[in-house]
């Protein structure tokens, strides 16, 4: 952590505003907060609600979770919880209190306020795909590990989409830069290509501390000012079943005492590690959720915690994992309800198991989407670009995804449900009567232009007019956007003297040797 500064100029402010730079490739929908309109899809009635608290309570009472971090283990230990080995049980009493005093609801602000996101209430925000080790296109054809070039051009995508709020970890590893120093390139270029808010993995002390400080300094920030409110944010996952780890508890407490925005996600897949059944596995995750938001809690209470669900299924021929199944549905609308129950905001993701951006690709995917709009899920990770159960990321994916997005964003606007008196259109209707048209009619002209959502990517002409045009299908159509958008694109605005102590910090801290590994 870095002396209290004088307060700088925040980067950002100016040409790195809330509207994109460059208008040619698409013409997208503007940047907003979408507000989730609709009643929550709810399958479960109160007595089932009921069953899988209880279900989750008995696991932390009655069989407890490892919990490998000894900082961890002795702040839970202090906090009254029966502490044996590496086995913490909690009851549900303390448990309770601790989750109680967590927000539904809280801000983060990135190096540019006007890209503020809300999350928690009704609010539905979406963050691109994060970690995929691999890459894929279609001018490659192939699967290959990504590199930092491809990493920046999906940061790229992630700055260009205004139905983007958010940028997650990596949206592709670059395994040509070496581990111990990966966050620092990726985490320069993300502050640099982006204003949105950022994302910091939890895996050891110098990963978490270095972009907490990028942060700051990106954000012309003071210490204090940094600490006042989130501006980041880290996404963990426990060890399932039943086990949290030494790293990620580390950069979870680290981020709570600094007041940054925390995300805790179980990943229980069902039949694996989880039970087979969705309610069991819902259960599971919920414990172990559950004791992230109380560590968080217990350090300093307030602290922005999200409860996040990754329950799915695995194909029980081979072992892999589903996404986008009809219980992987059920599984986040149960936990979306069990969510409300504890008052905490929820995350959930855009997931599939498809290996190319196909059929299968989108349908899984849009199964997953449309399961968070009904769980009142608030922030949906891995939003555009999610190939193979999450080991690729895919930039026509990400187009495609993106043309998903903007259909939820429209279908929430009041336009699509208003029931003034113009929407009615009584006089319409009369001045068309039983033998007419409505092309031509006045009502229509004064509207035709915004009425209707208008596709990107999508292709609504007939089979002769696409033949006539190419026959072009839809991936292909995504990587001409694509070029399209990386040869337009332009970073938003950063002060020169905030990047110049940003390459400064990177530069020092990898003479320092970044962050330990063993190879």
């Not at 030494?246 to 709570?256: F, Q």
């Not at 069990?338 to 989108?362: E, H, I, K, T």
């Not at 159960?389 to 043309?403: R, V």
Request: proline share 6%.
């Amino acid at each position: 952590m870095s002396e209290p500064q004088a307060r700088r100029r925040r980067g950002g402010g100016r040409s790195g505003n809330a509207q994109r730079r460059g208008t040619t490739a698409i013409d997208q929908m503007p940047w907003r907060m979408i507000e989730n309109v609709d009643r929550p899809t709810e399958p479960l009635n109160e007595e089932g609600v009921q069953a899988i608290h209880n279900g989750a309570m008995h696991i932390l009472e009655n069989i407890g979770i490892e919990i490998l971090n000894d900082e961890a283990r002795q702040i839970f230990a202090d906090a009254g919880c029966i502490v044996n080995g590496e086995n913490v049980r909690f009851g549900r009493d303390f448990i309770m209190e601790m989750v109680a005093k967590a927000p539904s609801q809280f801000d983060m602000v990135p190096r540019n306020p006007d890209r503020t996101v809300t999350i928690g209430g009704n609010t539905l925000t979406f963050v691109n795909v994060s970690s995929p080790p691999n890459y894929y296109d279609i001018e490659l054809g192939k699967k290959v590990s990504g590199t930092r070039e491809q990493c920046q051009n999906l940061i790229k995508l992630s700055q260009y989409f205004n139905c983007i709020h958010m940028v997650g970890g990596y949206p592709v590893e670059p395994v040509d830069v070496h581990a111990s120093v990966r966050h620092l390139d990726v985490l320069y270029d993300k502050l640099i290509l982006t204003d949105k808010v950022a994302h910091a993995y939890s895996l050891g002390k110098e990963r978490v501390e270095d972009v907490m400080e990028m942060v700051r300094i990106a954000g012309g920030l003071t210490d204090e000012e940094f600490e006042a409110q989130p501006r980041m944010y880290t996404n963990i996952n426990s060890t399932s079943p039943l086990k949290h780890d030494i790293p990620m508890l580390d950069g979870w407490m680290r981020l709570a005492r600094r007041n940054q925005g925390l995300v805790v996600t179980p990943f229980t897949l069902a039949g694996a590690m989880a039970p087979v059944t969705m309610a069991g596995a819902v259960a599971q995750s919920l414990a172990e959720g559950l004791v992230a938001v109380a560590l968080a809690q217990w350090i300093r209470p307030g602290a922005a915690c999200v409860i996040g669900t990754f329950t799915s299924n695995v194909d029980m021929k081979s072992g892999a994992p589903a996404f986008g199944t009809p219980e992987y549905m059920r599984a986040t609308q149960m936990t979306g309800q069990l969510a409300r129950f504890y008052g905490l905001p929820m995350r959930s993701s855009g997931v599939c198991a498809a290996n190319v951006p196909d059929g299968q690709a989108m349908w899984e995917t849009s199964n997953s989407l449309w399961a968070a709009v009904q769980s009142g899920t608030n922030m949906v990770y891995h939003a555009a670009g999610w190939l193979e159960g999450g080991l690729i990321a895919s930039p026509e994916k990400f187009i495609m995804d993106c043309e998903v997005l903007q259909h939820i964003q429209r279908y929430m606007e009041p336009a699509t449900y208003a029931t003034t008196p113009h929407d009615i259109a009584l006089d319409a209707i009369e001045e068309v009567g039983p033998n007419g048209h409505f092309f031509g009619i006045q009502h229509t002209q004064e509207r035709y232009t915004t009425a209707f959502y208008q596709p990107f990517v999508s292709d609504w002409r007939n089979f002769e007019a696409w033949e006539a045009a190419g026959g072009v299908w839809t991936p292909e159509r995504a990587h001409k956007i694509y070029k399209q958008i990386l040869a337009e694109f332009e970073a938003p605005h950063m002060d020169e003297a905030i990047k110049e102590e940003l390459k400064d910090f990177v530069n020092r801290r990898k003479a320092e040797g970044g962050a330990p590994t063993d190879f």
